[in-house]
Structure formats: C-alpha cells, structure tokens
C-alpha cells in the first residue's frame, strides 16, 4: 500500500541511526569509566578504538542515508550537524585513552570519581535527548529544555572540578611532569563533557524549530 509517511518521512530511519550514535557515544564513556575506577591497570586502546569506530561507520551511514533519501523529517543539516557533534564525544574519549596509556605510569594514584559521576550523568541525558526526535510536538521543547539545563549544570560543575584540579596541581607537592600528564587529562574529561553539551544544545535547537 502507497505510504504518504513514506513519502514524508514519518518512519524516517534517521532517528534510529543518531539514536544508535548516542548509545555508542555512551558506551565509549561508560568503558573510559572503567577505566578510570581502576587507574592502576593499564588499558589498551581496542575497546576505544572498536566503539570510535562503530560511530564512524553510522555516521556515515547517516551521510549515505541522506544522500539517498528524498524527504527527511529533520532538516539535513541539522541532521549532518548532530551526526558529526555525536561522533566527537568517543572522538575525544579515545584521544583521552591514547594520553592515559601513555602517561598510566604517573597517574596511577590519581582519583578520577568524581569525573566518573559527571560523565555518566551527561552522557546518559545525550541518549535521553536524542530519542526525544523521534516524535516531535507538543511537550517536546518542555522536555529538551528541562534535560539541556541539566546537561548545562553538569558542565558548569565539570568547569568548578577543572580549577579544583588545577589548583591542587599547583600546589607545589608534585612533580612537574605528573602536573603536565594530569592537567592534560583533566582538560580532555573536561572537553567530552564539553562535547555533550554541544549536543544538547543542538538537539534543544532542533527540537525548538520542529515545535
């Protein structure tokens, strides 16, 4: 039978792929924790690499996708900007994996909890925002708002944990090259929240122009 939501694009196959690319974003976070409540074993990249390499093959999916694709139900540059804002988050978390490896030997004493809780909490909302697409209208907004804000609060405690950091780091009490290591890898936590928030703040701005 001929679909007129076919045609435009109600069962548009788009949500199901940014969904799939916040779930990998997640996961690439969820195996970085693991990383970070067991700082005394050295990881290898592989888990990264294989989650960071799972999100590029979506995203170009979603690149494949629209050029076949008549009709979307979200504008294909919003489309093409949360794809490519997605793909950042296990982008960075991989650039943090390489560093810590690198630097594991002077680092292994170094308390990444508090990082862990921020993380968590942040990717969780992305996955939580970018199943809101799938059925835009009335309550929508309300909702993107509500979940942004606190994508928002998480970032400005990540900011307020950073200069925590940074100041116990200066301090005095270590090593020059362990302060280089950890500020590095403070700085590239800090960054994949920083990526979350770009995608809240994109996925809130879909969700306000299809409201």
């Not at 990998?24 to 989650?51: G, I, M």
């Not at 390499?53 to 294909?76: G, N, S």
């Not at 997605?86 to 308390?111: C, G």
């Not at 403070?186 to 809240?200: A, H, P, S």
């Amino acid at each position: 039978m001929f679909s007129l939501q076919k045609i435009f694009g109600k069962d548009d196959k788009f949500f199901s792929l940014l969904e799939a690319s916040a779930e990998e974003a997640r996961h690439s976070v969820q195996a970085l924790n693991r990383v970070l409540s067991t700082p005394d074993k050295v990881p290898t990249l592989t888990e990264f690499r294989q989650s960071k390499e799972a999100d590029r093959k979506i995203t170009e999916q979603i690149a494949h996708e629209l050029v076949r694709t008549f009709v979307t139900q979200l504008e294909r540059e919003d489309i093409e900007l949360l794809s490519a804002a997605l793909h950042k988050i296990p982008r960075t978390v991989e650039k943090f994996a390489e560093r810590f490896i690198i630097s594991a030997p002077m680092v292994r004493d170094a308390d990444f909890s508090r990082h862990i809780v921020l993380l968590d909490a942040a990717t969780l909302l992305v996955v939580q925002m970018t199943k809101l697409l799938r059925e835009l209208g009335a309550g929508r907004l309300d909702q993107a708002k509500a979940l942004n804000a606190k994508l928002q609060q998480l970032e400005g405690e990540a900011d307020r944990l950073i200069l925590d950091m940074l100041r116990e780091l200066y301090s005095g009490r270590y090593d020059p090259t362990k302060v280089m290591a950890l500020k590095d890898l403070y700085e590239l936590l800090e960054k994949v929240i920083d990526r979350c928030r770009d995608v809240g703040n994109l996925i809130t701005h879909i969700v306000f122009k299809n409201s």
